[in-house]
């Protein structure tokens, strides 16, 4: 029984976090030091960068 109540709150979780996402992301990337972390980090990624500045400076 504490299986299946376990994986009925993890399933209900999940749903709640899908439907929540961009809310869930919006409010973590309000937080300008993660917001900060996670540009850096994403301008370290070759294709990422590359990508990005392809689009910023498209000519």
Same mark, same amino acid.
């Given at each position: 029984?504490?299986?299946?109540?376990?994986?009925?709150?993890?399933?209900?979780?999940?749903?709640?976090?899908?439907?929540?996402?961009?809310? $869930?992301?919006?409010? $973590?990337?309000?937080?300008?030091? $993660?917001?900060?972390?996670?540009?850096?980090?994403?301008?370290?990624?070759?294709?990422?960068?590359?990508?990005?500045?392809?689009?910023?400076?498209?000519?």
């Amino acid at each position: 029984m504490g299986f299946l109540l376990r994986m009925l709150f993890i399933i209900v979780g999940t749903y709640a976090i899908y439907n929540n996402r961009y809310k $869930i992301l919006n409010y $973590i990337l309000g937080i300008s030091s $993660i917001r900060r972390f996670v540009v850096a980090f994403g301008m370290d990624l070759p294709f990422v960068r590359d990508r990005f500045l392809q689009t910023v400076f498209r000519g």
